[in-house]
């Protein structure tokens, strides 16, 4: 049921890339911009890490900047990285190709559950991060926007739709999702800066998952199903989950009481 939700709300977010240029081009402008940075109406809605990079190369900081994240950054404090995997166009296109690797019989490679793996994919994240906003205050320009995948996918959508055409920066999405046959939800677990970076903003009184009862049946199913490859009855805090809802969806005990369930 969570799935069918979500699924929804992604949907969404991918036609509205298309559709928000679209609108643009018979001078309908409520709403406009990218995921860099979106305009709807007088609210100015802009992707956090974008203003901090922003603010890092320029060296100056002006308030109307940190306004304009107010609005994604509440949305991680009280639910969590809902944006990844509730939102992300990029992240629906991974679980698209999940399907079609699953309906052609590829077995995709995906890592199973390690405390100490998830430790390690969690200082790779970081230093990921770090690096790119070292060199992006060395260089003085925002580089970290260059590898921003649903920033690349709204900004050539609206180029393909404005001017009819795609620049090079598709060629970077397309290598993501041809590696995605090799290495599972490698973009998302252990590089996406974005990601990355809304997960400092994670709450421990936000939306989670968490086991509600003692014990439970033990069948596993939903750390065979996590797609970060966490324990979600242990880690629904862990700063990869990003609350999709899956191991709820699959949990079998669920059907009986609740067992596995998103709190605050």
């Known amino acids: 049921m969570i799935r069918r939700?979500?699924?929804i709300s992604q949907l969404i977010v991918f036609i509205s890339i298309f559709i928000i240029p679209l609108l643009n081009v018979f001078e309908i402008t409520f709403v406009k911009g990218t995921f860099y940075s979106l305009d709807i109406g007088d609210i100015a809605i802009a992707d956090p890490l974008s203003i901090f990079q922003a603010m890092i190369s320029s060296k100056s900081f002006l308030m109307v900047m940190l306004v304009s994240t107010i609005v994604p950054i509440m949305l991680m404090i009280l639910l969590g990285r809902v944006w990844c995997s509730w939102m992300c166009p990029y992240y629906l296109l991974t679980e698209f190709i999940e399907s079609i690797a699953k309906k052609f019989r590829i077995k995709l490679k995906k890592p199973t559950y390690s405390k100490t793996r998830n430790t390690k994919t969690n200082a790779t994240r970081f230093i990921t991060l770090?690096?790119?906003?070292?060199?992006?205050?060395?260089?003085?320009?925002p580089l970290l926007n260059l590898i921003s995948a649903p920033g690349l996918m709204s900004s050539q959508a609206l180029v393909l739709v404005k001017f009819h055409y795609i620049t090079f920066e598709a060629a970077f999405i397309i290598f993501l999702l041809f590696m995605e046959f090799f290495y599972y939800k490698f973009w998302c677990r252990y590089f996406c800066p974005q990601g990355t970076f809304l997960s400092l903003f994670r709450n421990k009184k936000g939306l989670r998952v968490e086991k509600v009862v003692e014990n439970c049946s033990n069948c596993y199913?939903?750390?065979r199903t996590c797609?970060?490859?966490?324990n979600p009855m242990e880690d629904g805090l862990n700063y990869l989950c990003h609350n999709c809802g899956n191991c709820i969806d699959v949990c079998p005990d669920n059907k009986k009481t609740d067992t596995l369930k998103f709190r605050f």
Do not use: F, H, V
Request: net charge positive; charged share 10%; glycine share 14%.
């Open 5 to 7: 939700y979500r699924r």
């Open 130 to 141: 770090l690096i790119g906003i070292t060199l992006t205050g060395i260089a003085g320009i």
């Open 221 to 223: 199913s939903c750390i």
């Open 227 to 230: 797609p970060m490859c966490i």
